[in-house]
């Protein structure tokens, strides 16, 4: 750990030891840019999604969604960012649930 940062700081940064920032960003939804200024403490975006996103993808953090059950943090940001769609019923259903009361939407 680098100057007592929070765990997942240096989660990610252990991640991005064993592959690439690009390929961490692709793993939590964030792009190469997010994840860099994550690491440097510069981000001026959700800290607390990009934290949400480490936690699902790499600390097995994980919330119970009102339609699918028990799915990975970063999985569940990733449905929230989902433009609407009607080809599948599912993704219907998690489009609607994350803008109509989930307790774990960040929209």
């Known amino acids: 750990m680098i100057n007592n ?3 997942w700081v240096a989660v990610l ?3 991005c030891k064993i592959s690439s920032q ?3 960003g692709l793993m939590i939804g964030y792009s190469n ?3 860099n200024q994550a690491l440097k403490g510069t ?3 959700d800290l607390k999604r990009v934290e ?3 936690k699902g993808a790499f600390m097995n953090e994980t919330v119970e969604c009102p339609v699918v059950g ?3 943090t970063h999985v569940c940001l990733n449905y929230q960012k989902k433009k609407f769609t009607s080809i ?3 993704l219907v259903q998690l489009y609607r649930a994350c803008r109509n009361g989930c307790p774990h939407s960040k929209l």
């Open 5 to 7: 940062e929070p765990e």
């Open 13 to 15: 940064r252990e991640q």
């Open 22 to 24: 690009k390929e961490v």
């Open 33 to 35: 840019a997010v994840v």
């Open 43 to 45: 981000y001026k975006g």
């Open 52 to 54: 949400s996103a480490v």
């Open 70 to 72: 028990d799915i990975a």
């Open 88 to 90: 599948n019923p599912l």
